[in-house]
């Protein structure tokens, strides 16, 4: 008896047939990928050329094809791959001796996970308008549908894989392998329904601003909208039960913001409750995600993601950071 014929299928073809994968099963795959490479890396060879018609998958398995064996990343035929994604390194006035292959795979690898939930090559990693490839609307909803409430840590992956500059994006497999588990093993927090002013009625509010270049205006917007809320509380409360923080650092450049609302309800020195809001531009959108940090627990969220581009009214930003204030004070109060 002849033994069953097994037809192998790219992930081009593959999702040509099955339709798209689903958020974990396209982790997986990824991550298939990258020990592949990571191997690979560590014996001094990298891909170079890795697009969906280079990755075989059988029985739901991804394995690369056409290696080549390229030692020390010289191998040259990359322009498949700068068809699937093109990155600034693939410029015709770029040293070869200047492009790190092992980044280049790492953010190829980025690519597929991309392609293989949405159906969409990132192609140019920033558009006419700035925007990333999972930024432009028509892939961002095909994200917020495949990943659900993991919206925003896969947003905040691709954030890092899409970056411009070389050395901002993922540099091994490793580090890219090590989020990409995060993001398959994340469950949110349950925290209670509170409404802010329910907590502090009977407290004073008062805000703030100031203004910083034009650049950085919109920015600004949204920090004072953060600082407004965190007001609300900090000028309520006596000097005592809080510490408030709010700064200003630019990374490189991309000017980021961050505020803290440090609140301590026992007044006994012991650790109280840390709020870490940060707000950046991040390609074409303007991000504010939080962090709340007790001593026995930390919640990480992103709560507002919108293009900057005449970015004016932050009703929606400080509804969203309003509801985030209470329900960790709430979380926190009820356990003091």
């Known amino acids: 008896m002849n033994a069953p014929h097994t037809t192998l299928e790219t992930l081009e073809t593959y999702l040509k047939e099955n339709g798209l994968v689903t958020l974990n099963d396209a982790i997986d795959m990824a991550v298939r990928i990258l020990n ?28 690369l094809i056409d290696f080549s064996f390229p030692i020390n990343g010289h191998k040259e035929s990359a322009s498949n ?40 090559s990132p192609g140019e990693i920033k558009d006419e308008n700035g925007r990333m ?57 349950a925290l209670p329904l509170k409404n802010l002013e329910e907590i502090v009625s009977s407290i004073r509010s008062e805000s703030q601003s100031q203004t910083l270049t034009p650049l950085e205006m919109r920015l600004q917007t949204a920090f004072s909208g953060v600082k407004k ?57 303007i991000v504010v995600s939080a962090e709340a940090f007790t001593e026995r627990q930390h919640h990480q969220e992103e709560l507002f993601r919108t293009e900057h581009y005449g970015f004016q009214d932050t009703a929606e930003m400080e509804h969203a950071v309003r509801e985030f204030v209470a329900a960790n004070m709430a979380l926190f109060l009820s356990k003091a």
């Open 81 to 120: 791959l700068s068809d699937f994604v093109n990155l600034p390194e693939f410029q015709v006035n770029l040293d070869l001796g200047r492009r790190n292959y092992t980044v280049l795979d790492v953010t190829a690898v980025a690519g597929l996970l991309l392609y293989a939930i949405t159906g969409e």
């Open 229 to 285: 809320i965190c007001s609300e509380v900090v000028s309520a409360l006596e000097e005592d039960f809080r510490e408030m923080e709010a700064g200003y650092k630019k990374e490189m450049n991309r000017p980021v913001y961050t505020a803290y609302l440090k609140f301590n309800y026992r007044l006994d020195g012991s650790p109280g409750l840390t709020l870490k809001f940060k707000i950046e531009i991040v390609g074409a959108e």
């Open 36 to 63: 592949i490479l990571e191997y690979c890396h560590g014996k001094n060879m990298t891909h170079n050329n890795l697009t969906p018609s280079k990755v075989v998958v059988e029985n739901g398995q991804p394995t």
């Open 133 to 189: 490839p999972h930024q432009r609307p028509e892939i961002r909803q095909k994200i917020d549908q495949a990943a659900g409430y993991r919206s925003f840590l896969i947003n905040q992956i691709f954030d890092r894989a899409f970056q411009w500059a070389q050395s901002e994006r993922y540099q091994t497999c490793r580090d890219l392998i090590n989020d990409l588990l995060k993001l398959k093993n994340y469950k949110p927090s």
